[in-house]
């Protein structure tokens, strides 16, 4: 069965902190992975990964895809209350006449100040 | 933002009621997604649309039904709703030749 494991579920930090976020995936007909933001509404995207080893970089935030470790890590520094979200990693995979996505069940961010 | 709305935003139904669950879109995308979201198990795909009256089932179809006859508006209705129902319900489009999904507000729907 496909599926996307994030970890940690739950984090808290303190402003200036960094922060890795870990997506691992076990998914038939990988085409990317993605990750996105999760305020108190709809989830907003943040990057695209393809291709291994090519990071991906975005302000603070940046995120590189491993296809030999199947994972790929997202990571924030100097974190600021405003980066308090469930992170959600999401595995597109090649299925009937079009993808579809396979979402982790996402990684809750607290950011203290 | 994708030009998409969903309706209602917020709606309280009984256990047994028909409930119909609206997304719109106007930058006539042909894909397009409900998912919904719950505590501890994240987001899942309910329906899918390719085009329109092209309609295919995700991962948790079971009590829900979809029809698009316009490429603009993806119905998500539930027959006889149920309290395993309630939930965030969300729609997402996807721009053609492009992998990555966009999502709508979100419509909360309780079962009481």
């Known amino acids: 069965e496909d599926k996307v494991v994030q970890s940690p579920l739950s984090l808290v930090v303190h402003e200036g902190d960094t922060v890795t976020l870990n997506c691992s995936y076990e998914?038939?007909?990988?085409?990317?992975l993605l990750w996105y933001k999760q305020e108190k509404k709809a989830p907003t995207f943040l990057f695209m990964l393809t291709s291994s080893g090519i990071e991906k970089k975005s302000g603070r935030l940046s995120s590189i895809l491993d296809k030999k470790e199947l994972s790929s890590i997202l990571n924030i520094t100097a974190t600021q209350t405003g980066d308090s979200a469930i992170y959600l990693c999401?595995?597109?995979?090649?299925?009937?006449?079009?993808?579809?996505?396979?979402f982790g069940k996402g990684t809750k961010l607290s950011v203290k100040p | 933002d994708a030009g998409i709305t969903q309706s209602p935003r917020h709606k309280v139904t009984e256990t047994g009621t028909p409930v119909t669950l609206r997304c719109h879109q106007t930058?006539?995308?042909?894909?397009m997604y409900w998912y919904r979201q719950d505590p501890g198990h994240g987001l899942r795909l309910i329906h899918y649309s390719y085009g329109v009256k092209d309609t295919d089932k995700g991962e948790v179809s079971d009590g829900y039904s979809v029809s698009r006859s316009k490429t603009e508006d993806f119905l998500l209705t539930l027959e006889s709703a149920t309290s395993s129902q309630t939930s965030v319900y969300f729609c997402?489009?996807?721009?053609?030749?492009?992998?990555?999904?966009?999502f709508g507000p979100g419509t909360r729907l309780t079962v009481l």
């Open positions: 930058e006539n995308h042909r894909y």
């Open positions: 999401a595995v597109l995979y090649y299925g009937g006449s079009q993808g579809n996505l396979i």
């Open positions: 997402a489009i996807k721009r053609d030749n492009m992998d990555t999904q966009y």
């Open positions: 998914v038939t007909n990988f085409r990317s």
